[in-house]
């Protein structure tokens, strides 16, 4: 990558690193946040995975005699209550007023890109974790890809629902490999088809004892699933609930439709 042509010019003084005792860590209250009890369950799930691996140094400056924490306050009190925690690695910034502390407080709490459920996916089944390796089985195994980047417009065979797929696991795989299936079959060659709902739905219609696959690819093959989809959502307008489920009624209507015309 090239070098940048617009750049700043004033970088400020250069920061510096170094391990603080925790005693000499405080929390300025004038733009620091009050930790509430969800935070309190965030800073003890650190302190039951803390790992020296995952730690990234918190940004401190010099207030007198201590050091002012300006960003990293959960990762401070997960500190505080582990037993062999004494100190931290801080990256320590020249901010001495209060105003130029909370300015960085903002930015470093504004100015970044949050880690996306898709990029959140690819990096667990890289890691080898448990759920992700099981999506990437169920989607590969019905010839679905994932998608590496989270995107609006869906090529054909390709999805984006890996936390969708990670909520239905207590179907069992066999519902969400119908869902799946379902889709290749009716739609393989439609583009944006593959979405969270239109998978949740056909997951819960599927995890039925007395599903009818071919069936239901019948009455699938029948539908512009982007219509439905509008449906659903013109249904949940009005009536509230989840489009998942407002898509799911659509769909056992028609699938029960069908049923009942071939059971006659």
């Not at 918190?58 to 201590?66: L, Y």
């Not at 179907?171 to 944006?192: F, K, M, Q, R």
Request: proline fraction near 4%; aromatic fraction near 6%; include cysteine.
């Amino acid at each position: 990558m090239a070098k940048a042509k617009v750049v700043a010019s004033n970088l400020g003084a250069p920061p510096s690193l170094d391990w603080i005792p925790l005693e000499r860590l405080t929390i300025d209250s004038r733009y620091q946040r009050a930790l509430g009890n969800k935070n309190e369950r965030h800073v003890r799930r650190i302190v039951a995975h803390f790992s020296w691996n995952r730690y990234q140094p918190i940004v401190v400056t010099e207030s007198g005699d201590k050091f002012a924490v300006i960003d990293g306050q959960h990762r401070l009190a997960a500190a505080v209550l582990h037993p062999k925690i004494d100190s931290l690695p801080c990256y320590v910034v020249d901010a001495p007023t209060v105003a130029d502390q909370a300015a960085i407080f903002i930015a470093a709490n504004t100015d970044r890109i949050a880690l996306g459920r898709i990029h959140q996916f690819w990096a667990a089944h890289a890691a080898g974790t448990e759920w992700a390796v099981r999506i990437h089985k169920l989607c590969e195994g019905a010839g679905v890809e994932i998608s590496r980047t989270p995107r609006s417009n869906l090529p054909p065979l390709t999805t984006v629902a890996t936390f969708t797929i990670q909520k239905l696991f207590p179907l069992g795989d066999n519902a969400i490999a119908s869902a799946l299936a379902l889709l290749v079959e009716s739609h393989g060659d439609t583009a944006d088809v593959f979405r969270s709902a239109t998978i949740a739905a056909l997951a819960r219609i599927a995890a039925e004892q007395d599903f009818d696959f071919a069936g239901m690819v019948k009455v699938l093959r029948d539908l512009d699933l982007t219509e439905q989809l509008a449906r659903a959502k013109a249904k949940k307008a009005t009536g509230g609930g989840k489009l998942e489920v407002a898509l799911e009624e659509i769909l056992r209507k028609r699938y029960a439709r069908r049923n009942g015309a071939g059971r006659r």
